[in-house]
């Protein structure tokens, strides 16, 4: 089976850097997504990660190390809206399933 | 170019009734997969399947439980005699193909409440 941790919840300030971690255990490991997903609402694709290193795309990066088993997402100039769970998953084992972690809840306050 | 569709949104049963969740995927997407999210929880994959084949239903539960993706048509998932414990939020999601990175487009999901 797979093990996903992440923080439960996080509070950060308007215009501020958060980084929000996942560390993952698993064997066989295909691939790192992280999506978005406001109260609500459908989660959102936000980036995938298979190899080592850091993908930018705008306001957010993400950065995988495998060998670590070790994952974060990088939110830069925080805007209120950012306010939402953050959602970890792996692919692994030769699945094409992703499993997901818990999430974790941003806050962003003024 | 519309997304990933869900209907009811909304949907409100009894205890012992039945109940039908449907999910239209994106244009081009012969994949799709259904998750249960329970509040304060992550998903938890329930099943996948392609049309007219059911290619992986390890997270569904054995009784009560049943998916299908018809040639025509949406997929749907069936929940009979529902329980309390069957009150989540229902997301299906679409994707063109398994293989990479083909990441996956989540619907706006069903809110089931059993009462």
């Known amino acids: 089976g797979q093990n996903i941790d992440q923080p439960t919840e996080m509070t950060a300030t308007e215009g501020a850097i958060v980084q929000i971690n996942c560390t993952y255990q698993?064997?066989?490991?295909?691939?790192l997504f992280w999506y978005q997903q406001h109260a609500g609402e459908a989660p959102t694709f936000l980036s995938y990660n298979v190899l080592d290193g850091l993908e930018e795309k705008g306001r957010f990066s993400s950065f995988l190390s495998r060998s670590k088993g070790y994952s974060y997402l990088l939110l830069k100039e925080l805007q209120m809206k950012d306010s939402a769970s953050y959602l970890c998953?792996?692919?692994?084992?030769?699945?094409?399933?992703?499993?997901f972690g818990r999430g974790t809840s941003l806050i962003v306050h003024p | 170019n519309a997304g990933v569709m869900q209907n009811p949104r909304h949907l409100v049963r009894r205890r012992g009734q039945e109940a039908r969740l449907r999910c239209s995927p994106m244009?081009?997407?012969?994949?799709v997969y259904w998750y249960r999210q329970l509040p304060e929880e992550g998903l938890k994959f329930m099943v996948y399947?392609?049309?007219?084949?059911?290619?992986?239903e390890s997270g569904m539960p054995k009784e009560r439980f049943s998916a299908e993706f018809p040639k025509e048509g949406p997929s749907i998932l069936r929940i009979q005699q529902v329980v309390r414990g069957d009150s989540a939020a229902y997301f299906c999601?679409?994707?063109?193909?398994?293989?990479?990175?083909?990441?996956?487009?989540f619907g706006p999901g069903t809110r089931l409440t059993v009462t």
């Open positions: 244009k081009g997407h012969s994949h």
């Open positions: 399947l392609q049309k007219e084949n059911i290619i992986d």
């Open positions: 698993t064997s066989g490991f295909n691939g």
């Open positions: 999601a679409s994707s063109p193909s398994t293989g990479e990175p083909y990441e996956q487009y």
């Open positions: 998953a792996v692919k692994a084992g030769g699945s094409y399933i992703p499993t």
